[in-house]
């Protein structure tokens, strides 16, 4: 096969092959752009390096007539000693990804060429400076050199000579740093700097085949699902200078607004400078209007140019380029990183403009992206100091008092403090800590470590790996490298969307999008952008969107975000507080007789929770649960009951009661709780229980409809593995349901259903559907049965060890395990439906708001996807982008 390819003969949807840099450049080469050419090694080259830890046998050649050829364009040999042809080294995955080897530039310099390059340019100093540039990025990149050694040599001449830049050192300055670096090489790697272009070139593309597997690049791509064996392609370009005095220079460059969305160009220029000096931040850039100043035609080229890329691409572009002496070229652009703002401001502005439509503007953002935006987050008016910036591991904006171990911050937060947990890395010690703080910082693990994971649980702001913070736990303080040290109960704020930290505390905003649908009034473009485009989903999707309320108000404000019903409405909470009482006098009750007594005093109380909901969600379904959670839940704690009872024992009190409750306690103690006595098993077992609150549903749509209304409630069975199960509970619900009609006079047709989240309720789903109007999936408890985790106690535990070693790329009760938990639904779907054609299917687990499972339900034809109500908007969204 062939492993290299001239920039013309490529094209932009070659990115498997030539990588993400190599596609594009060969796309500006067949636009007629003005870019310096160049051939590329591909990615199969790259793999098959790895795989034989050599070079594949053709390459070699293969690069050889292809440098013949770029040698002939050019007119120049690669590092002639009398003028030299100079090349760059260039890696370019399919994805960019930071971590790995980046770029070598001017390749072809030695002791000799140097020489040739000055007399040709007649410009000593740039072929020097040309020369230092090589060293230093040959030295870091390829022969694995600390590139503070040549940075601070750099400084430390600088500082010697009394100069701030260093386009101030003299050709004799940069001749002494050049004789520096090569010392240093010397020294650091145990070789000389090799003075054969051709040795240079390939131990370059070498070093980039290499990078793909370094630490830091595996970390990458395991937390951005990356495919571990795609390797990365290598880009050998000829060398343009925009380090040849003040009619040169580099830049980078939008074609819109990358941060906010706004249309029109923004960029940044460096006067003499090569490409990597921009960025390094090492002289103030001019923006690109300045640029106009500076260089008009170059300028307005560069707009032209821009227009056209962002025309051809129909997206926001990125762009590199370089200012040779008044010429402009072009040497890298591809669709431009945003943020979620301009993400979806940029899409509507391009369907407005015409460059795409509305479906794929909607194709075009995230409902990863919409959720960012609807957390709080901070002023972006407000003062700020940064600090040190970690990995954006778990979004929000927290702003609290720095506390270094578990205890302190328990300590605090019980006294009313906010406070941010900082750590090395957490550990299960950490967990009660983490519980209280308003976020997590931490310097140390990826986004995958303990600290990330178990806050993405919890829904706790983090930031993970500040690799700048040196924390001293001992001393309760932390010391950013070369910079301010916070010491325990100092104010600092973290921004987990951007893994930003700042010194003290920052303004809180609500987010502009939350307060939108909350109804109040908000002038705010990106407000306008985000309804446009999940009206647009919402006119093309075939999944319907519920939400899981307990309360009245959950009900109406997840109307308020656009759901169709409730998917999910938890009745346990409708248990606790005063109520609690009521719950013990059951079961201590002794009989019939007290059962049936603490069951009438609950029955009111039921059946006005219920006819609030009903309300609040008239016109749509109220999927209503029966109770689910083991009973022992709503009873004292057998400890502290057993201590209160020994107490009294010595002081010779009777108490009748307590006696009675501590047995009943003992009785119901389970070793596997989540295993033992709840969900239809105590239907059957406590059936006065269920048919409470059958009764309790069934009244308050009596009392709705009396009242005008137009209820529609579900009843739900939970927990069922066989079809034997919910035909008994079945029997007694409808015998009250005939009771309920024929009291009232009124045609109810309540549709009963049942939880599917047990693998036998899955596997025997053509059963169950006999006696089943509609399943729910609780994907939640399926997804714990189906691995047998228990959720509450592995997500702490070992979970994070499990995403390191790569078990599963994402936790599976936050994104479906689509292959072992998506084939019981799947199979559930299949047999059910053959059963009964119109079962009504949904999901209430946690999944339901998640956008890549959305997908996954959507393409298993469940009718609607339940969750809680700030995901109602995003899974709005993903339902139709997942139509699309
Ligand atoms: P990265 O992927 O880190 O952006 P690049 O390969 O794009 O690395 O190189 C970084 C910068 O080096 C470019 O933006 C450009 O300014 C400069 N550069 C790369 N190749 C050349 C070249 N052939 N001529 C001039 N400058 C170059
Ligand atoms: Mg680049
Ligand atoms: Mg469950």
Redesign the pocket.
């Known amino acids: 096969s062939t492993y290299v390819f001239d920039f013309a003969q490529g094209d932009k949807d070659q990115r498997d092959l030539l990588g993400g840099?190599g596609a594009n450049l060969a796309e500006m080469v067949n636009l007629g752009l003005p870019v310096?050419p160049?051939f590329t090694i591909t990615t199969e080259a790259c793999r098959a390096y790895l795989a034989e830890g050599r070079e594949p046998e053709a390459l070699s050649r293969e690069v050889s007539e292809h440098l013949a050829a770029l040698e002939e364009a050019m007119g120049r040999r690669l590092g002639d000693p009398a003028d030299p042809l100079l090349?760059?080294v260039?890696?370019?995955a399919k994805f960019?990804m930071p971590g790995m080897m980046?770029?070598v530039?001017n390749i072809g310099l030695n002791d000799e060429s140097v020489a040739g390059l000055a007399a040709q340019s007649e410009d000593e100093r740039f072929a020097l400076d040309s020369y230092r540039r090589l060293l230093q990025m040959f030295g870091a990149t390829v022969l694995g050199i600390e590139g503070e050694v040549f940075g601070d040599a750099l400084d430390d001449l600088k500082r010697q000579r009394g100069v701030d830049q260093d386009t101030e050192l003299t050709p004799d300055d940069l001749r002494e740093l050049v004789s520096t670096y090569q010392q240093a090489i010397r020294e650091h790697a145990g070789r000389d700097f090799p003075q054969d272009p051709r040795e240079q070139l390939d131990l370059a593309v070498r070093a980039v085949f290499d990078s793909w597997n370094t630490e830091r690049a595996v970390l990458y791509r395991r937390q951005e699902q990356i495919p571990e064996d795609l390797g990365t392609a290598v880009?050998i370009?000829?060398?343009?200078?925009?380090n040849r005095g003040d009619t040169s220079g580099?830049g980078?460059a939008f074609t819109r607004d990358p941060a906010s969305g706004n249309q029109g160009v923004y960029g940044d220029y460096l006067q003499n400078a090569?490409?990597?000096d921009?960025?390094a931040g090492i002289r103030n850039t001019v923006s690109l209007a300045d640029m106009g100043e500076i260089d008009r035609a170059s300028h307005d080229q560069l707009l032209e140019i821009m227009s056209t890329l962002e025309q051809h691409y129909r997206d926001m572009c990125d762009i590199?380029?370089?200012v040779e002496r008044g010429k402009l070229?072009m040497?890298?652009t591809r669709v431009g990183k945003r943020t979620p703002e301009a993400a979806f401001r940029i899409a509507v502005h391009m369907a407005d403009e015409g460059l795409i439509d509305l479906d794929e503007a909607v194709r075009r953002v995230s409902g990863a992206q919409l959720a960012q935006l609807m957390f709080p987050r901070f002023d972006p008016k407000a003062r700020r100091t940064l600090l040190a910036k970690g990995m954006n591991a778990s979004p929000g904006a927290a702003v609290g008092r720095a506390v270094f171990d578990w205890g302190t911050a328990v300590e605090w937060a019980e006294r009313g403090e906010d406070v941010i947990l900082v750590r090395k890395e957490t550990s299960p010690d950490d967990l009660h800590g983490m519980v209280v703080a308003k976020g997590i910082l931490t310097s140390r693990g990826g986004k995958t470590s303990h600290a990330a994971v178990v806050a993405r649980g919890m829904g706790r702001t983090c930031v993970c790996g500040a690799e700048a913070l040196d924390v001293d736990t001992k001393e309760g303080r932390f010391t950013v490298r070369g910079g301010k040290t916070v010491e325990e109960g100092d104010l600092i704020s973290i921004d987990g969307s951007t893994g930003e930290i700042f010194d003290g505390a920052v303004d809180v905003v609500d987010s502009h999008v939350v307060r939108y649908f909350e109804g109040d009034d908000v002038d705010d473009p990106l407000v306008d952008a985000v309804t446009r485009l999940i009206e647009r989903a919402d006119a093309v999707r075939r999944l319907r969107v519920r939400t899981n309320a307990d309360t009245a108000e959950d009900a109406a404000r997840a109307r308020r975000f656009g759901a169709q019903g409730i998917g999910l409405c938890r009745t346990e909470h409708m248990f606790l507080g005063d109520r609690r009482q009521l719950v013990e006098d059951l079961i201590v009750a002794d009989g019939e007789k007290g059962q049936e007594k603490a069951l009438d005093a609950l029955l009111p109380l039921q059946r006005q929770d219920f006819t609030e909901i009903l309300e609040a969600m008239d016109g749509l379904p109220v999927t209503i649960r029966l109770i689910d959670p083991p009973l022992h839940e709503f009873l004292p704690d057998i400890t502290e009951l057993s201590v209160a009872m020994a107490i009294a024992d010595t002081r010779g009190h009777r108490k009748k009661r307590e006696r009675r409750l501590l047995d009943a306690v003992s009785r119901l103690h389970e070793q596997n709780p989540m295993l033992g006595l709840r969900g239809v098993r105590l239907g059957i077992v406590i059936p006065g229980l269920f048919t409470m609150q059958a009764r309790a549903i069934l009244e308050a749509a009596v009392a709705r409809k009396r009242a005008g209304g137009d209820p529609r409630p579900e009843i739900m069975i939970p927990l069922v593995a066989s079809v034997k199960e919910l035909d008994l509970v079945r029997a007694r619900i409808d015998v009250i349901a005939r009771e309920v009609a024929e009291e009232s006079g009124l045609d109810l047709d309540v549709k009963i259903g049942t939880m599917i989240e047990l693998p036998r309720a899955a596997l025997t789903a053509g059963e169950i559907a006999g006696s089943a109007e509609f399943f729910s999936f609780g994907t939640n408890d399926l997804t714990q049965m189906t691995w047998g985790f228990s959720r509450d106690d592995v997500e702490a535990s070992f979970f994070s060890t499990y995403l390191e070693q790569g078990v599963f790329p994402v936790s599976p009760f936050e994104s479906l395990d689509t292959a072992g938990v998506g084939e019981l639904v799947r199979t559930a779907v299949e047999r059910g439906r053959a059963t009964r054609p119109d079962l009504h299917l949904g999901v209430c687990g946690e999944h339901g708001g998640d956008p890549a499972s959305i997908h996954f339900f959507d393409d298993a034809g469940l009718d609607y996807v339940s969750c809680s109500p700030f995901r109602v908007p995003v899974a709005r969204l993903e339902a139709g982008r997942s139509a699309l």
Not at 237 to 242: I, K, R
């Open positions: 840099k310096p160049g090349v760059s260039r890696s370019g960019s980046e770029t530039l880009n370009q000829a060398m343009v200078f925009g580099s980078v090569q490409g990597e921009v960025v590199e380029f370089t070229w040497l890298q």
